[in-house]
């Protein structure tokens, strides 16, 4: 009887060729005047797995350095650096939950024509300490030893028991929704 695991191929995910980013958005009564901070994820590592052909045992699984996440945004460096600060310290509290992870559960794959596919994703996100179950759309193609996927997601910060930021007694803060927009690239192991 075959092992299934020597059936598997993996793709270790390259984080430098690769694009990670969250959008917030901001609120309140002076919105308009606010700020819609950008946000690179820098620092990750993954995998994905799955049997050539049939995508059977699909998986996917994302580690993320918290503290890794930086301002792309043009703005005044003490702008950045104090956005920066009061993410990592009283949002995300990278120092209490330094990782953010997404183990996949289940993965449906469907092709779109030959080396593309649409994958529907189903896992569980662990950030700020709560896991909660998160569906992703994704396009994916495979080039050789080279894998690439596309797709978006949306999360609420207060879901996973993250408090609002606002400034200005409130006339000012961010959205519960946040929009993640990825593109990553990864090289087949072996």
């Known amino acids: 009887m075959d092992d ?7 793709y270790r995910l390259d984080p430098k060729n690769s694009k990670f980013i969250v959008q917030a958005f901001a609120a309140g009564l002076f919105a308009g005047f606010g700020h819609n901070p950008l946000i690179a994820i820098r620092d990750f590592t993954g995998e994905v797995g799955f049997a050539p052909e049939t995508f059977a045992d699909a998986s996917l699984r994302v580690v993320v350095k918290a503290q890794s996440l930086t301002v792309l945004d043009d703005i005044k460096e003490k702008d950045k ?23 996949s559960t289940s993965i449906t ?7 593309r596919w649409k994958a529907k994703i189903i896992g569980d996100l662990t950030l700020h300490g709560e896991t909660r179950s998160l569906w992703i759309m994704a396009q994916l193609t495979i080039d050789g030893d080279e894998l690439r996927t ?26 519960d929704e946040l929009k993640f927009e990825f593109d990553l690239t990864g090289r087949k192991e072996g």
């Open 4 to 10: 299934i695991s020597t059936s598997v191929v993996r």
């Open 81 to 103: 650096q104090e956005i920066e600060q009061t993410m990592h310290a009283q949002v995300l509290e990278t120092s209490r939950f330094p990782e953010i992870t997404f183990q």
């Open 109 to 115: 794959v469907t092709r779109i024509v030959p080396g």
């Open 150 to 175: 596309k797709g978006d997601f949306t999360l609420r910060q207060t879901e996973y028991g993250i408090k609002l930021v606002s400034v200005a007694a409130g006339a000012l803060k961010l959205q």
